[in-house]
């Protein structure tokens, strides 16, 4: 008899940007209903990312290093080690999401036990960076200003796809609708998504120091 591996959490997100008549008659030679949609998706993918982001202290395979302290290349590399271990290998690649503080203070030894960190041209990363940074070991690096930082310090994690599943029942969609009691145009972003843990034993928290730096 199946059973479910694990459940999902519902998300929805709604949000919400009206637009006065007048504001459009006299916005050239700005876009208010371009900067606003693009306004609105950006809301949307961020709130999305940092409930899955939120998933990482729920890893069930360990956690690497210790609060106050900066993430280091071993700490990366065992957790690599854990990770591939408890898929037998076969969950692959690996992804690192760290916060950018948590990045700035790593990626300044790029070259660690003769591995050195790989990049790729601008002009080959997605649109607003897609937050890619690097490659090293068979690992793709990301950083995010979306973790959340509480005391200092913040849970990244590394893990395989097959770590967090996130379930799309409706994709980000802006829908726009006259409101002529108010003589404007409302545009309404609505999207119904499911996210959680899936192999937590796949996945391991980094934790550390998430402080701006000085140079």
């Excluded at 916005?27 to 949307?44: F, H, K, M, Q, S």
């Excluded at 993430?71 to 690599?80: I, L, P, S």
């Excluded at 972003?189 to 996210?195: D, E, F, G, Q, W």
């Amino acid at each position: 008899t199946p059973a479910a591996l694990q459940t999902l959490t519902p998300g929805e997100i709604g949000l919400q940007y009206f637009m006065t008549d007048k504001r459009i008659d006299t916005d050239a030679p700005e876009n208010i209903r371009t900067d606003a949609a693009t306004e609105l998706g950006n809301a949307g993918r961020d709130k999305i990312e940092a409930d899955l982001l939120g998933l990482f202290t729920s890893f069930s395979g360990g956690t690497m290093g210790t609060a106050g302290s900066a993430v280091t290349w071993g700490q990366v590399f065992a957790a690599a080690t854990v990770s591939r271990t408890a898929s037998k290998n076969r969950a692959t690649p690996l992804y690192c999401v760290l916060h950018e503080y948590q990045w700035h203070a790593l990626a300044k030894a790029t070259s660690v036990a003769g591995i050195t960190l790989q990049s790729i041209p601008d002009r080959l990363v997605g649109p607003g960076g897609s937050w890619y940074v690097g490659t090293a070991a068979g690992i793709t690096f990301y950083a995010t200003t979306n973790i959340t930082i509480a005391s200092s310090s913040a849970y990244g994690g590394l893990f395989p796809r097959a770590a967090i599943a996130y379930d799309v029942r409706r994709p980000i969609r802006i829908e726009p609708e006259r409101d002529a009691s108010r003589r404007g145009w409302e545009l309404n972003m609505t999207s119904l998504y499911a996210y959680g843990v899936w192999r937590p034993t796949f996945g391991v928290a980094l934790l550390g120091a998430a402080t701006a730096p000085t140079g």
